[in-house]
């Protein structure tokens, strides 16, 4: 007889969002500005602002105000059967401008609420502590994370959050997308490049104060929370060589390697040696002072989360673009695409999930998986979006193969569970969620939530632990 198939007992299954995206209240209970608050249009293919002009939209600041609706939120992740829920800490929530000592307490207590009302509905916070929205005066008065005294405020927002909420969160996450650094340095690590031509020297440096903030991070969570596990977060959509060419398969294992640098670092906990020549033929020399080296390799990353969206190829010589998804390249004939040209490769998650545990053998989590389309609601009121539930069953198979392979993925977060607005391009059009929000481009809706058919079917798979995805 053939075993069922079925996931792991403790597999966690949920959703992720960040503040930026959901919360709104941009300037409510004492926050301050974001960088996500004074972009228009998204991070790719907006603009950020050097101050908040009152006649123009910007999505972030009323979101779906999920700071105001999270209980009712909360109330149907629980519904669909989540354990997992993925969010970020607002950065200036908690430090209006990033360089106080002391925290705002009306910050920390929406979060104390926040998790109070998961953890009462048996879903287990994952916190993700920088996602794209650095406190503005940070990035304008001190050039975010080029300047290295951004370790000691960071480190301080990281003790505030461990010490306050250290029996509630026992999952965190550094940076999101930190190899994102190389293609928007300003969303990821609050850095506006000065010299366009010659980037690598800024970016290697913030990436350094980024390694040394994080393994500061480490130390503190460990200490203050002995019973947590804290994370990398990578963005790893899979990019192919174009063809079997030699010099295609070199050139895109190199450009692989430029965004495992990042999890090679914090998980292995030095430098890689192949990062030596792309340091002498840049001319790069990173500033450290003593001991940085020695704090990398103590304390490192317990696991290993990544977004996984699309993937993409590449041809020797070509230059390597990207957006919120990943890499883009040149299109792969053998794959369809999403209405953002997003190309659908469940296999692909397959094969990173094997390669990061060839390459580090820790525990994963898929923290960002997801299908931005336009979805239409009918006179009824349903929505049938087909389109999603495929994308999310193929995708969980591939994550159930990945398992039978022997790695160890631990959690699933579906990418906004409820329709939040893209980071990429600052629309609401581009809808990810089981939940549909009324809301448009523009900013006009009643915010009311609507279930869609795919809530349904993830309820489905949670309840049957993976099981109905296999069944007939
Ligand atoms: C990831 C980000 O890059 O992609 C998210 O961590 C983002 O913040 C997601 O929303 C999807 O991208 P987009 O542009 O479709 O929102």
Known sequence: MSKEKVFPKDFLWGGAIAANQAEGAWNVDGKGASQADMTRGGIISGETDQQIDPNLYYASHEAIDFYHQYKEDVQMFSEMGFSLFRTSIAWSRIFPKGDEKEPNEK?????????????????QPMITISHYEMPIHLVDEYGGWSNRQLIEFFSRFC?????????????WLTFNEINNMHKIPLATGGVRIKNEE???????????????????????????????????????????????RPEDVFETNTYRRRHLFYSDVMIRGEYPTYVDR???????????????????????????????YLSSTHKA??????????????????????????????????????????????????????????????????????????FL?????????????????????????????????????????FIHVDKDNEGNGSLKRTKKDSFYEFQKIIES????????
């Open 317 to 390: 010589g070509m230059p390597i673009l990207t957006h919120t998804g990943g890499v883009r390249g040149i299109d792969n004939p053998y794959l369809p695409k999403s209405k953002w040209g997003w190309q659908i490769d469940p296999i692909g998650l397959r094969i990173v999930c094997n390669e990061l545990t060839d390459r580090y053998n820790v525990p994963l989590f898929i923290v960002e998986n997801g299908y931005g389309d336009v979805d239409s609601i009918n006179e009824d009121g349903s929505i049938h979006d087909i389109d999603r539930t495929n």
């Open 159 to 171: 003790e505030v959050i461990f010490k306050r909420y250290k029996d509630k969160v026992k999952y």
């Open 198 to 244: 010659e980037p690598l020297q800024e970016i290697y440096q913030a990436s350094h104060h980024m390694f040394v903030a994080n393994s500061h991070a480490v130390r503190l969570c460990k200490e203050i929370i002995p019973d947590s596990m804290i994370g990398a977060m990578l963005s790893l959509s899979v990019l192919y060589p174009n063809s079997c």
């Open 107 to 123: 910050g920390l207590q929406f979060y104390d609420d926040l998790f109070d009302e998961l953890l009462g509905k048996g879903i």
């Open 278 to 308: 792309i340091f002498k033929e840049h001319t790069i020399s990173i500033n450290m002072e003593e001991g940085d080296l020695e704090l990398l390799k103590a304390h490192t990353c317990e696991y290993l989360a990544f977004s996984y």
């Open 393 to 433: 069953k193929e995708h969980l198979v591939e994550i159930y193969n990945a398992i039978e392979d022997g790695c160890d993925v631990r959690g699933f977060a579906w990418w906004g569970p409820i329709d939040i607005v893209s980071a990429g391009t600052g629309e609401m059009k581009k809808r990810y969620g």
């Open 465 to 472: 632990n993976g099981a109905s995805l296999f069944s007939k």
